[in-house]
């Protein structure tokens, strides 16, 4: 799989089916609230809701799944919420790689691991090394992850590629480095539980998706809100910078794939 070394200069072709799917999984905490629950079992019914979108988005052919699982400022948390946090992602991992690979899913884990534990670091490298050769969907999770983080890590990586280069750099010199480098950028972005905000998610990649942000709490959100999303987001028009009547004769802009009927 090649590398999308994107950049705004670039007009990219509109599809129905969004090809990159990006959503900040928020509201567990005020689900298991309202349930009279301790947060985690929030965490432990957002885990059911991650494999809902899974499959939805395998019967969708939507190519590129990437979910907020958590920030480089969820740290601030509770020290017990954090380690159950952590536990529970390390027990998904061991129960859903099998299925995943037998899917076609590809599994790639996104942010500053090297805070994490040995032990899941190299579960992490397993699953991903185990799916490495799947192609159907390809799902990143985004674990002490921050979009500042990512921007930053780049420039590093960038300035290290070619220490002499005396010319200006480019967007297209930098994307490369950036986490995500193997997925185009997010065509729809879904947030969850109400906040209308980014909380450090995908800065650079964010430039042009298409923002949804529903009041619908994580651990309900199912095929039918996620459908409602797809519709919202199959109504827009994406000019990239253009006018509407540009659009009406470029071919760049012309809608592939199925469309989802709600
Ligand atoms: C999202 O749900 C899960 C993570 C951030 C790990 P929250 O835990 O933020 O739920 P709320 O926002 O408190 O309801
Ligand atoms: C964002 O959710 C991070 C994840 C979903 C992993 P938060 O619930 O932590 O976001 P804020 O702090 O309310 O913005
Ligand atoms: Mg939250």
């Known amino acids: 799989m090649g590398c999308f070394a994107s950049s705004t200069r670039d007009v990219p072709t509109a599809s129905v089916v969004p090809r990159h799917v990006a959503i900040i999984m928020d509201g567990n905490g005020r689900w298991a609230k309202k349930r009279l629950l301790p947060r985690v079992a929030g965490h432990h019914r957002g885990v ?5 979108m899974v499959r ?35 027990r998904a991992l061991k129960e859903e790689v099998k299925k995943l690979d037998r899917n076609g899913v590809r599994l790639r884990v996104i942010g ?18 185990r799916t490495a050769g799947n192609s159907r969907l390809t799902l990143t999770i985004a674990a002490n992850y921050g979009g500042r983080w990512d921007i930053l890590q780049a420039i590093n990586r960038m300035l ?32 969850t539980g109400g906040e209308q905000r980014i909380s450090n998610f995908l800065l650079w ?34 000019r990239f910078g253009r006018t509407s009547e540009q659009l009406s004769g470029a071919s760049a802009a012309s809608p592939t794939g199925s469309r989802i009927d709600a």
């Open 48 to 52: 059911e809701t991650v494999r809902t």
């Open 112 to 129: 500053d691991l090297e805070r994490f534990d040995p032990d899941l670091q190299a579960l992490i490298k397993a699953s991903e090394n």
């Open 205 to 238: 990649q964010l430039a042009y998706s298409e923002l949804y942000f529903t009041e619908v709490l994580w651990p309900e959100f199912d095929s039918t809100a996620f459908d409602a999303a797809l519709v919202s987001y199959q109504q827009r028009e994406r």
């Open 160 to 191: 290290s590629s070619d220490p002499e280069k005396g010319a200006e750099w480019q967007e297209a010199d930098l994307t490369p480095h950036l986490a995500m480098s193997y997925a185009p950028e997010p065509d729809l972005f879904i947030r």
């Open 56 to 90: 939805a988005c395998l019967e969708r052919g939507i190519e590129y799944l990437t979910l907020f699982a958590f920030s480089s400022e969820n740290w601030r948390r509770p020290q017990e919420e954090v380690s159950l946090l952590m536990q529970l992602f390390v």
